[in-house]
């Protein structure tokens, strides 16, 4: 068998960068609070972790882009919530940030981590923003983690 690459959890000294969208910023700030929580208790210090706040989901694309590219990030970690109303315009919203963070990452080479909360009710964006379903932010926190230590671990063989 081949090399087996894994991410560790270990990111002291690893500068991270969160993009949180102020629409649904109810949700958000519970999506935030649980990535801070996430990286803290993996040993990343307050002030190695920026936050850059959007007007809307939309807009969460561009500004991963611009901090990605700074090259001062092992990871950006993006943060919204979506939901569902009568029109279509989540749907079209949820579709183009979804390709634009898959694009920025892979542009840039830099871990760009999912943690927009997509739900049909407020109910299940409630669930995923940190009650009885956990809290997005700090999966995505951990995925960025992870993927820091797997992009080195590929990086050093």
Given at each position: ?157
């Amino acid at each position: 068998m081949g090399t087996v690459f894994e991410g560790r959890f270990e990111a002291q000294g690893r500068k991270l960068a969160l993009v949180a969208s102020r629409f649904n910023e109810f949700f958000t700030r519970e999506l935030v609070a649980g990535a801070q929580d996430c990286l803290r208790r993996h040993g990343v210090a307050d002030g190695d972790v920026d936050v850059a706040w959007v007007p809307g989901s939309f807009e969460i694309p561009l500004a991963a882009q611009r901090l990605a590219r700074t090259g001062r990030y092992g990871a950006v970690v993006c943060l919204g919530c979506l939901i569902q109303g009568d029109t279509p315009h989540f749907g079209l919203v949820a579709a183009e940030v979804t390709k634009g963070i898959a694009q920025v990452s892979l542009a840039t080479g830099v871990p760009v981590v999912f943690g927009i909360v997509t739900a049909d009710t407020l109910e299940q964006a409630m669930e995923r923003a940190g009650t009885k379903a956990g809290n997005r932010g700090f999966d995505a926190a951990a995925a960025a983690l992870e993927m820091i230590g797997l992009c080195a671990a590929i990086d050093r063989a």
